[in-house]
């Protein structure tokens, strides 16, 4: 009889979120086991009880989710993990705190429909991010800087969009990363003005019920083919995108509201819940959750 499926559901919050031990239980977890305050020093113990408990046959049946408010926790949390896995004696991993890793894949699929799919033609496109210093912004940063397309970082600090980008450069080297300061006001003549102007993709990514770009911010946007807006909290990120827009025409460009992205981040994270259990080596970090999320 097969072993019953065991997630460890390991938050670095005090409250394990009830939202992503919802979603595992809808994907076929059997058995939830539900941690908080999970520290890198914590974390030890509990990966000792998910690896020395069942043969190494059956250890697909055991995994691990990692999540949490706190990104940079949940992924010192993440590292640990595997460091204490011993050679067979592991269980597959799936890091998405606040969600960050499937919403920023879920952006990322929708935006590349509309780009060229060729590898050189990326190259020459170029994107702005829109609080893009956030957990879900700069996620989405580095998964379009690997892709080779120019990525602007925007933030009301410079001194942070440039922390962010030398942040992705650690695990992108060869990332086309541009720090911008900009708010939700364009100031004429000013760096956010142009790369507002000369972006392909603009994704709002900043906190939710922050306007980031308003109307006439909108209008400068003349080469954008995809604008994506991630906050689901009146007032919109982009003034003129409705949560609900999916891939709604609107000039030369199309509109994706925070409603439509977040329906394929719940498939892409209900996916990778199941992937989980299908051996027990996998890894599952953004670039795993954007390939999950394209062969949705
Ligand atoms: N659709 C979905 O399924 C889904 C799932 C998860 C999250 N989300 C949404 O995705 C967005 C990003 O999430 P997150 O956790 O990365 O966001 P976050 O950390 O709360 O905020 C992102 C950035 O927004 C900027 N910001 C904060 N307050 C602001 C204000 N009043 N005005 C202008 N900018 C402000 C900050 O950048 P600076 O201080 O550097 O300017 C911050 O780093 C949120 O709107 C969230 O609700 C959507």
Redo the contacts with the bound molecule.
């Keep these: 009889m097969p072993l019953p499926r065991v997630l460890l559901q390991l938050d670095c919050d005090p409250q394990p979120s009830t939202f992503d031990a919802i979603v595992a239980i809808d994907a076929g977890v059997e058995i939830l086991l539900r941690h908080g305050s999970v520290t890198p020093n914590s974390v030890v113990s509990l990966v000792h009880g998910a690896i020395f408990t069942r043969g190494v046959s059956d250890l697909a049946a055991t995994a691990i989710f990692i999540g949490g408010s706190d990104c940079a926790t949940a992924e010192a949390v993440a590292q640990k993990v595997q460091q204490t896995f011993l050679g067979p004696l592991r269980v597959s991993l799936l890091v998405d705190p606040?969600?960050?890793n499937s919403?920023a894949s879920a952006a990322v699929v929708a935006a590349t429909r509309h780009l060229p799919s060729d590898p050189l033609a990326q190259k020459s496109c170029r994107a702005l991010i829109l609080?893009g210093?956030?957990?879900?912004?700069q996620r989405v940063a580095r998964l379009l800087a690997r892709k080779g397309i120019g990525v602007a970082v925007a933030?009301?600090?410079l001194a942070?969009a440039s922390e962010v980008c030398q942040h992705i450069r650690l695990a992108v080297p060869q990332a086309v990363l541009l720090p911008v300061e900009g708010?939700?006001f364009v100031e004429r003549g000013s760096a956010f003005e142009q790369a507002i102007a000369q972006a392909d993709l603009i994704v709002a990514?900043?906190?939710?019920g922050?306007l980031?770009l308003d109307a006439a911010g909108f209008a400068l946007a003349r080469q954008a083919k995809v604008l994506i807006d991630?906050?689901?909290?009146p007032p919109a990120?982009i003034e003129g995108i409705m949560s609900t827009d999916k891939g709604k025409q609107a000039g030369d460009a199309v509109l994706y509201g925070?409603l439509s992205?977040?329906k394929l981040?719940m498939k892409i994270h209900r996916r990778a819940i199941e992937q989980l259990f299908e051996s027990n080596t996998a890894v599952l970090d953004a670039e795993e959750l954007l390939a999950i999320g394209r062969e949705l």
């Design positions: 606040s969600g960050a919403t609080g210093t956030g957990p879900v912004g933030s009301r600090s942070r708010g939700s990514a900043g906190a939710a922050a980031l991630l906050n689901a909290v990120g925070a992205i977040g981040k």
